[in-house]
């Protein structure tokens, strides 16, 4: 069992592991299937250029799900990680052994997220467009972000001031001034809201985490209300729409000819565009690519994929509503503090279950905070004062 | 969904499930119902679609004519090449 795909030697400090999604000129991305695997980018993604600009060493390339939208990495090509029985995070067992101060992924679907709160780290998705996304293996291009995880929020928040910014490489990117605007740091938040809704379904060890980040805020002298929402649940059904719609696009790209994997047998171009697709992706993927294919076909495209888009701007619209009552929203991160290889097993596709918590900050690009096992979300560009307040739940302030 | 709509999509998405893949196609799309259901509770009949989560600035920029790499490059990673070009079996009969 190996969290690399790739490993550096002899590497400097400070240095930072990047999930084996982020482009690097001088190590393969294989994005965790065998469609990629040892392919070569002739450019490093802008973040990495950003970080070595920086003098950080990149430490090698982690091991990550296939196309790194499931779970918790489980369908990497390479097989899942598991430790003491549980399935765990390559990014988040390297950082754990000291072997990298920080880690850069490409969060998609959350996994990093629930890597995080489960290995008690702190990650940041920031507010999409942030982060340049040039170099970054494209999966669910409306909503997935550069991530970064860390030890510590400090951590999490220098990574971040350093990889942030304009890239006009990225049509989807932020202005200077915006994104610089991200950065601003806070003290103890005013007032923190609880969504009770996502609090039916979790684990007991999970509702503690959800307590003492809410002790954590009253000790620091915020008001913390417990409230229903029940519209943001809807926040997971138009992800799972919309990230597979795009998924299925973005990987119609793989076809064996002009890089990547080519099935060894065939007949003709279109055996060799199923044989090698066939052959190099995996079940899950495979169910994704189905199921984003559908939502968009003429029977489906108005009555789902639409449907989906404009549930997105309804949940956007009911943050901005919290938003100008409360200073950030308090979610779980996962159902529970745990996956086994049993769960996974019994039921491939339990991210577009299990999201249910990170859906709501993909779909609408706000920023989320995973700290103590929760997450913090916040309003557009408010990451550095997230960092701020993730802080106070980690006890980093004491 | 059914058998004959998935092997459609199995086509225009150039693949070929097995057996047990497709059974376990089939119970994600009963499992999305839900979602399904989920969505049809959101009244979004005053709503406008939301495409892109932030205000996009730059979406056009100037042209510029530049050739970073070479064909030798571009063709590394390529399954299989002859003398600059990429092969692919017989496309014409």
Redesign the interface.
């Known amino acids: 069992m190996s969290f690399y795909n790739a490993k550096a030697e002899n590497v400097s400090s400070p240095s930072v592991i990047l999930d084996d999604m982020i482009l690097t000129k001088d190590m393969p991305t294989t994005a965790g299937s065998r469609m990629l695997d040892?392919?070569?980018s002739?450019f490093d993604a802008e973040a990495v250029s950003k970080l070595r600009a920086a003098g950080y060493a990149i430490a090698g390339k982690a091991a990550v799900g296939e196309f790194a939208f499931d779970l918790i990495g489980e369908s990497a090509y390479g097989g899942a990680l598991v430790r003491d029985g549980k399935l765990v995070s390559a990014a988040c067992e390297i950082l754990l052994s000291g072997e990298a101060d920080a880690a850069v992924t490409l969060d998609v679907n959350g996994s990093v997220r629930r890597a995080s709160a489960q290995s008690g780290l702190v990650s940041l998705k920031p507010?999409?467009?942030t982060v340049s996304r040039f170099g970054t293996v494209p999966v669910a291009c409306?909503?997935e972000c550069v991530s970064v995880v860390a030890e510590t929020a400090d951590k999490c928040a220098e990574i971040f001031s350093v990889i942030v910014g304009?890239d006009?490489k990225d049509?989807?990117?932020?202005?200077a001034s915006q994104c610089q605007a991200a950065l601003a740091r806070a003290s103890a938040p005013k007032k923190v809201c609880v969504i009770e809704d996502f609090l039916q379904e979790v684990d007991a060890d999970v509702k503690d985490k959800i307590d003492a980040a809410c002790a954590a805020f009253e000790k620091a002298g915020a008001t913390v209300e417990k409230i229903s929402v029940p519209?943001l649940?809807?926040a997971?059904?138009?992800w799972?729409?919309l990230f597979s719609a795009e998924l299925?696009n973005n990987v119609?790209r793989y076809?064996?000819?002009?890089?990547?994997?080519?099935a060894e047998s065939?007949?003709?171009?279109?055996e060799?565009?199923?044989?090698s697709?066939?052959e190099a992706?995996g079940?899950l993927l495979?169910?994704a690519?189905?199921?984003g294919?559908?939502t968009l076909s003429t029977e489906n495209y108005m009555k789902?994929y639409?449907?989906?888009?404009?549930?997105?701007?309804?949940i956007?619209e009911k943050f901005a509503e919290l938003f100008a009552e409360y200073d950030a929203v308090l979610l779980p991160a996962v159902s529970k503090m745990a996956y086994t290889e049993e769960m996974v097993a019994e039921k491939?596709?339990l991210c577009?279950?299990e999201n249910l918590y990170t859906a709501p900050a993909s779909?609408?690009?706000l920023p989320s905070v995973v700290c103590g096992g929760v997450a913090l979300i916040g309003p557009?560009l408010s990451d550095g004062k997230l960092l701020s307040y993730a802080k106070i739940v980690t006890g980093e302030e004491n | 969904m059914t058998r004959e709509i998935l092997r459609r999509l199995e086509l225009l998405n150039q693949l070929s499930l097995t057996e047990e893949e497709k059974e376990s196609v089939m119970a994600f799309f009963d499992a999305r119902e839900a979602d399904a259901a989920c969505l049809e509770s959101i009244d979004t009949s005053e709503v406008e679609r939301m495409v892109h989560v932030m205000p996009i600035m730059t979406v056009v920029r100037e042209d510029v004519v530049s050739q970073p790499y070479s064909r030798e490059e571009l063709q590394r990673s390529a399954p299989e090449t002859d003398e600059g070009y990429w092969c692919v079996p017989r496309v014409v009969e």
Do not use: P, Q
């Open positions: 040892s392919y070569m002739l507010t999409y467009g409306s909503g304009h006009a049509g989807t990117s932020l202005s519209t649940l809807a997971r059904a138009a799972n729409i299925c119609s076809d064996g000819v002009k890089y990547g994997y080519r065939f007949s003709g171009i279109d060799l565009y199923t044989n697709r066939t992706f079940k495979k169910t690519i189905i199921y294919s559908e789902v639409d449907k989906a888009l404009r549930t997105r701007r309804v956007a491939h596709d577009y279950v779909v609408t690009g557009a």
